[in-house]
């Protein structure tokens, strides 16, 4: 089945640091979204990819759909503690109506 | 207004007993799902359902059944629990690719 592989699994540091993480596949997708899990919660929506090349801002995240749709990128500008937390990126592909889940990137800030 | 809330937040249950986990979303949405999440945090796809017709179900033992009574509910029922269903259960629900989830369910089978 269609796999994301999302790196890296864990990142620590400092607050007011650029973070930057990724998801590879080995399947073309045709959507690719990106959500935040807090302690207790569900994941949330965080941006949404619908194009090949696209790269959408939502104030200091941005995240980018790949050229080859194998692959996307998130980045988060300047860290505040309330970016703690899980990031997962997530596949969608046209017409299967299933969302495929990369592993997570755990991120914990020291202030 | 929750929009996709999900009930109880918290089973602790025996093995071998039977429960269920009720989900209603008030978005309108046509697709509704149930997610497992492990202990490593990965969640993966259970089931999902479309205008209360069953559309996917990946492999999930038959000792899981969901049942959509309509578009805005996904029930979740267990049977003859096992202490490998310990995990956190989250209901979906979708429209055109955007997936809004709810806050979870957390089973402990113990």
């Known amino acids: 089945g269609q796999q994301l592989n999302q790196s890296p699994q864990s990142m620590f540091i400092q607050e007011g640091e650029d973070v930057s993480m990724n998801c590879t596949s080995s399947?073309?997708?045709?959507?690719w979204l990106w959500y935040k899990q807090d302690p207790g919660e569900g994941p949330v929506l965080l941006i949404a990819?619908?194009?090949?090349?696209e790269l959408t801002s939502n104030g200091r995240l941005t995240a980018q759909f790949g050229i080859t749709r194998k692959d996307s990128f998130l980045n988060i500008s300047a860290s505040i503690p309330s970016d703690v937390g899980i990031y997962f990126c997530?596949?969608?592909?046209?017409?299967?109506?299933?969302?495929?889940f990369g592993q997570g990137t755990r991120l914990t800030i020291n202030p | 207004d929750t929009a996709v809330s999900q009930t109880p937040k918290y089973l602790v249950t025996q093995m071998g007993n039977d429960k269920s986990i009720k989900c209603e979303q008030n978005?309108?949405?046509?697709?509704m799902y149930w997610y497992k999440q492990d202990s490593k945090k990965f969640l993966k796809i259970m089931f999902s359902?479309?205008?209360?017709?069953?559309?996917i179900n990946e492999t999930v033992p038959n000792r899981f059944s969901p049942k959509s009574p309509d578009k805005a509910h996904l029930n979740l029922h267990i049977n003859s629990l096992e202490l490998g269903d310990s995990a956190v259960y989250f209901c979906a629900s979708s429209l055109r690719g955007g997936y809004t989830f709810g806050s979870g369910t957390r089973l402990t089978v113990v």
């Open positions: 399947s073309i997708f045709n959507t």
């Open positions: 359902y479309n205008n209360k017709e069953l559309i």
């Open positions: 990819l619908y194009k090949a090349g």
């Open positions: 997530a596949g969608l592909i046209q017409g299967a109506q299933k969302l495929v």
């Open positions: 978005l309108g949405h046509d697709t």
